[in-house]
């Protein structure tokens, strides 16, 4: 639990609190950088870059307004889009994408967290992204274009590409 | 309601945690290099140093002229009065002049009167008289053609050498000053209008929420200055107080500067490209070559613009005398803003138009603001002015740019222009 009085130390600048905030969402923000498919190697760099951004910028959280792991996922996130866009996304055009499927994951069926990530990991780097930032995280597709300075209806595109992509992972992994 | 089939992966992934976190995650790993980024706590965040210094120059430069404006009368002043007694003393008085000192004075002549004890003028001593100028005009109304002549017939004989100084010669052969040439308003007693027109530099600071130059030194954004107008009307009341509106023009710029090169592909999909980047005065010029064997050079140009007409309601205190004002203002505003940025990729010569890219927000958002204004009377009623200021978005201008998302922008002005009082 980060009380206010470990934000209040880390923004006095005192190690010992930075270091149990860093610790405290160490695991949350990893599994973030490999749900956007962040290379091992350069994750490293990347997370220190978030956390960077979540000391420096730890005055202009208010709690009143949310809860500090969501404030802490949406700077993860901009950094991580940051970096996409400097690494260059890879949009799949529509002759790539694979023939209409029938298969739609059972609601009722439990996937290991580990078994999805791998799922979403063959989508190509734009399709991922959006089906993070719309299904996982909640982003609207509004918000979405305006995050990756896109048209709403290219986000909306990407999303449903993304969907057919991964019925058809399912479907070849079931079988 | 049917659930989405695809929430399996909101649900597997939203509050997703490693089993495993790889040991060079560690604090300990990373925590000197976090640190070494960190700003100091204890010292403050940068801001453009240079521009609070020329504001204050802008303060002092106008403070300093009223000073050396006020100075300079007072001491014009002091150089006239005696030329008033000489000019009063050879004057040839008539008869009723020497008898007047036998009548009676006026009640309301004698309230405020001072002595002056000796004077150039035959005893009785000299009375400076306080009257104000209606009283002299009241009195020079009463003048009756046919009565013996009055020392009140003195005041239109004097009246022309009011220009020269600031006194008037009274019934009693008193001096009355009168209020200085330059002014048509009793600035103490009267609400009036002002009418401000002004013009000057503006620089803002988008407040990012991420990255800045102080951690991410090869990519950020840099502010320019701008430019803004404002038409202010004002009604100045007895207390002091005054109560402003108008209509205020902004245009604000900024570059986006990146000294790096990396690959990408938003223009042209699958198609890596190398940008190099070229920061020029007004906009940034972009030139990548492509991996595909061959290389091109292409031209883009990236502006981002914000415009903002804002409307006002302030609430003022001003200190005024005949030769210059004082106020300071400070009140909430709407704003009306468009926010514009975008990129216009031309391959080289002309011949192929790669992509072009446009953003644009609009929106309206309330902000606070408050002005420090000095003006200066430089002819009857009309003043130069010196107004700087600053005003606080409230709320967030919704705008993504690369360095991350801009809200609530401070903006920093100064502007210089004229007044008119009625």
Request: contains cysteine.
């Amino acid at each position: 639990m980060i009380t206010n009085n470990i934000i209040k130390a880390c923004l006095e600048g005192k190690p010992s609190a930075q270091k149990v905030l860093y610790a405290h969402f160490l695991g949350y923000l990893y599994g973030i950088c490999r749900r956007f498919s962040i290379k091992e190697q350069e994750i490293k760099d990347l997370m220190q870059e978030i956390y960077i951004e979540i000391f420096s910028s730890l005055s202009k959280f208010d709690p009143d307004k949310g809860d500090i792991k969501y404030w802490i996922k949406s700077i993860a996130i901009h950094k991580i889009l940051n970096y996409q866009r400097k690494k260059g996304l890879e949009w799949v055009d529509r002759a790539s994408l694979p023939e209409s499927t029938s298969y739609l994951p059972s609601v009722n069926e439990k996937y290991d967290a580990e078994y999805l990530l791998q799922l979403i990991s063959f989508l190509p780097d734009g399709y991922r992204t959006v089906f993070n930032l719309s299904v996982v995280d909640g982003y609207s597709h509004k918000e979405i274009g305006q995050l990756l300075n896109i048209s709403e209806s290219s986000s909306r595109s990407q999303l449903s590409r993304a969907k057919k992509l991964l019925q058809e992972k399912l479907l070849s992994m079931k079988t | 309601m049917s659930k989405d089939p695809f929430d399996i992966f909101k649900e597997g992934l939203q509050d997703y945690h490693p089993k495993e976190i790889p040991s060079w995650l560690s604090w300990e790993e990373n925590a000197e290099a976090i640190q070494a980024a960190l700003p100091n706590p204890n010292s403050k965040k940068r801001r453009p140093f240079w521009l609070f210094l020329c504001l204050l120059l802008m303060g002092f430069v106008g403070l300093g002229s009223v000073y050396l404006l006020t100075s300079k009368r007072s001491s014009q002043e002091k150089a006239n009065t005696p030329e008033v007694n000489e000019h009063s003393s050879s004057l040839s008085l008539p008869s009723t002049v020497e008898s007047s000192k036998d009548q009676p004075v006026e009640d309301e002549a004698t309230e405020e009167n001072i002595s002056l004890g000796s004077s150039p003028l035959s005893s009785p001593p000299v009375l400076l008289t306080l009257l104000p100028d209606n009283r002299v005009g009241e009195k020079s109304a009463s003048i009756s053609p046919s009565s013996p002549v009055e020392t009140t017939n003195f005041i239109p004989t004097l009246q022309p050498l009011s220009v020269e100084a600031p006194f008037l010669l009274a019934p009693t052969g008193n001096i009355i000053p009168v209020k200085p040439w330059h002014t048509s308003i009793d600035l103490s007693n009267t609400q009036y209008w002002s009418l401000h027109l002004s013009g000057g530099a503006t620089i803002f600071q988008p407040n990012y929420v991420l990255s800045s130059p102080e951690q991410d030194p090869a990519s950020f954004e840099e502010e320019l200055i701008g430019w803004s107008a404002a038409l202010r009307m004002s009604r100045v009341l007895k207390s002091r107080l005054s109560l402003s509106t108008g209509v205020e023009i902004q245009r604000l710029r900024y570059l986006f500067k990146l000294d790096e090169s990396f690959q990408v592909n938003l223009f042209r999909p699958n198609t890596p490209d190398t940008i190099l980047i070229n920061r020029t005065r007004r906009d940034t010029s972009i030139i990548f070559t492509d991996t595909i064997p061959g290389t091109r050079r292409i031209l883009a140009r990236q502006y981002n613009s914000h415009f903002r007409i804002a409307i006002p309601l302030l609430i003022g205190y001003q200190l005024t005398t005949p030769k210059w004002t004082q106020t300071l203002r400070a009140g909430p505003q709407f704003q009306l803003y468009r926010n514009s940025q975008g990129y216009t990729i031309i391959e080289e010569e002309g011949m192929v138009n790669i992509g072009k890219r446009e953003a644009e927000e609009v929106g309206i958002i309330l902000g606070l603001q408050a002005e420090y204004e000095s003006g200066i009377e430089i002819a009857a009623d009309w003043m130069i002015l010196t107004q700087i200021g600053i005003q606080k978005s409230l709320g967030k201008w919704a705008y993504e740019t690369e360095a991350g998302l801009s809200q609530k922008p401070l903006i920093l002005y100064g502007r210089i222009g004229i007044g008119k009082r009625f």
